[in-house]
């Protein structure tokens, strides 16, 4: 079985910076690839990043393209989501999944494995 539990959300203000981390256990890590999902109040879950089993590719949502910066640490098990100037439109719960399909994108119905979410508020 695969645990993923994601850590470092909080409240911070506009323009503030937070870096998320998703560590994973049970399985070869190297083995899925990893996404970052947020969901806000009374919203469906929506695909923020992702990336490749090695690495070496990453893809993102259109709104977050120049200020967040998904990478990963094989060594580690972990997968972390530095996120910059952020806006008060992306607050909510954020999500990290592990998917055994290299295949996968950004749906999140491709995801095998999900975490319990850490919560980020950003304020105006």
């Known amino acids: 079985q695969v645990q993923l539990a994601e850590s470092g959300g909080g409240l911070v203000q506009a323009g503030g910076s937070l870096r998320l981390s998703c560590a994973v256990s049970?399985?070869?890590?190297?083995?899925?690839?990893m996404g970052w999902f947020r969901q806000a109040p009374g919203k469906e879950r929506k695909f923020v990043a992702r990336?490749?089993?090695?690495?070496?590719?990453?893809y993102y949502t259109d709104s977050v393209k120049g200020r967040f910066t998904i990478s990963r640490d094989n060594a580690k098990n972990t997968v972390y989501l530095q996120m910059d100037s952020l806006k008060p439109e992306e607050t909510g719960g954020y999500y990290c999944?592990?998917?055994?399909?290299?295949?996968?994108?950004?749906?999140?119905?491709?995801?095998?494995?999900w975490g319990q979410g850490t919560q980020v508020t950003v304020s105006s």
């Open positions: 999944a592990a998917s055994v399909k290299y295949t996968t994108g950004s749906d999140p119905l491709g995801y095998d494995y």
């Open positions: 990336i490749t089993r090695s690495g070496i590719s990453t």
């Open positions: 049970g399985r070869t890590f190297s083995n899925y690839v």
